[in-house]
């Protein structure tokens, strides 16, 4: 079709993010969400916020990343928010690629690393994963080349749940330049539980390149509110303020943001009852003979290949929507009991 605007026309060949499907009554478990609304104590600090809708936010976020760096024991200097952490993945590659260079991610994980290098102008490199679903940090190293600027390391890997360890971790380092970013996308660190594994918040002192992205959307139950952020070096956390959107981060977002985080034991007891859940799943599908790798995160893959869509159907017309990818496999979020007890009655 001949475009009738100026629009840049390599636009016409990148796909639009596809989010998780949702329908009214249905039970939704394709977008990694919780299912508890925000405490009380962050219902009521939007609401005031939002008494004060008529203002700009504090484009600084000053409160919010000061909070977070007295988390972390860090300065504000480390610390950059964003619209989600999606918005600090696409602002990384804005800041450092432009035409041609080069963002190597594995594949399959998260959807939107493609998509963010291409609008950028700049070239996804996805390696493929290993045989079982984890990341191939070798082949990764061996395709950074002179043109790389951004590496996403996923951990644990949206969708297949699995993680590389912090010896892996540290070995992959090693190998790539020291100017190379390593965005480490930990936007489900607060399900991990396995001893050994990459805590960006510690590493990014000891790795100057190294940024860690870590979100209020998951663990946190603000994904409808848009808060993330990432620690790292101080001159990183510049160059992707320099190309936020002004005042993406909404007032609402960064009182939430700030709310959330003191009331974190609560939030994060929450997380071990998926975690319960996601090792009770997990065997119930193991045992009807289905392959699901390991996860550490709030949902599990089942590498069902061709078979996938049709599963995903099976599922939809029983009211519980999941997340495929046709001909490798489905993503189920874990919930709540009764919830994954529909997901498995509607599966198996
Ligand atoms: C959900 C998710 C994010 C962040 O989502 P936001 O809502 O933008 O914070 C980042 N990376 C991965 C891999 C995710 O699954």
């Not at 790795?207 to 998951?218: D, E, G, Y």
Request: glycine share 6%; with cysteine; net charge negative.
């Amino acid at each position: 079709m001949t475009p009738r605007f100026r629009i840049r026309p390599d636009l016409a060949d990148i796909p639009a993010y596809t989010p998780g499907r949702s329908a009214p009554g249905a039970i939704k478990l394709a977008s990694n969400e919780v299912v508890e609304g925000p405490l009380p104590s962050v219902v009521d600090a939007i609401t005031g916020a939002a008494a004060g809708g008529n203002r700009y936010p504090d484009n600084g976020a000053v409160a919010l990343r000061s909070a977070l760096a007295r988390r972390f024991d860090t300065d504000v200097a480390h610390v950059a928010v964003g619209a989600g952490s999606v918005s600090l993945c696409q602002q990384l590659v804005q800041a450092t690629c432009a035409d041609g260079d080069e963002v190597v991610f594995a594949w399959r994980s998260f959807e939107a690393y493609p998509i963010i290098a291409r609008v950028a102008g700049a070239t996804p490199v996805p390696v493929p994963l290993t045989a079982d679903h984890r990341h191939d940090l070798d082949a990764m190293a061996a395709a950074v080349t002179d043109r790389t600027r951004v590496v996403f390391v996923c951990n644990p890997n949206n969708p297949t749940g699995t993680v590389v360890s912090e010896a892996e971790f540290e070995e992959f380092l090693a190998k790539v330049p020291a100017d190379v970013v390593i965005a480490l996308d930990e936007a489900y660190f607060e399900y991990n539980r396995q001893p050994g594994l990459p805590d960006g918040s510690r590493l990014f002192r000891r790795h100057p390149n190294v940024a860690v992205l870590r979100t209020f959307s998951k663990a946190y139950g603000l994904a409808g509110i848009r808060a993330g952020y990432m620690l790292a070096d101080p001159e990183l956390v510049t160059a992707v303020n320099k190309v936020l959107i002004p005042f993406s981060v909404s007032s609402l977002a960064q009182v939430a943001a700030i709310t959330s985080l003191r009331a974190d034991d609560e939030l994060l007891a929450r997380t071990d009852g998926v975690v319960k859940e996601r090792d009770r799943v997990r065997n119930a599908l193991l045992d009807a003979g289905h392959e699901v790798p390991a996860s550490d995160a709030n949902f599990l893959w089942i590498p069902a290949g061709d078979a996938a869509a049709a599963l995903a159907e099976k599922c939809a017309e029983a009211g519980v929507l999941v997340r495929t990818f046709p001909g490798a496999g489905i993503r189920v979020t874990v919930t709540t009991p009764d919830e994954n007890d529909a997901f498995l009655a509607a599966f198996l």
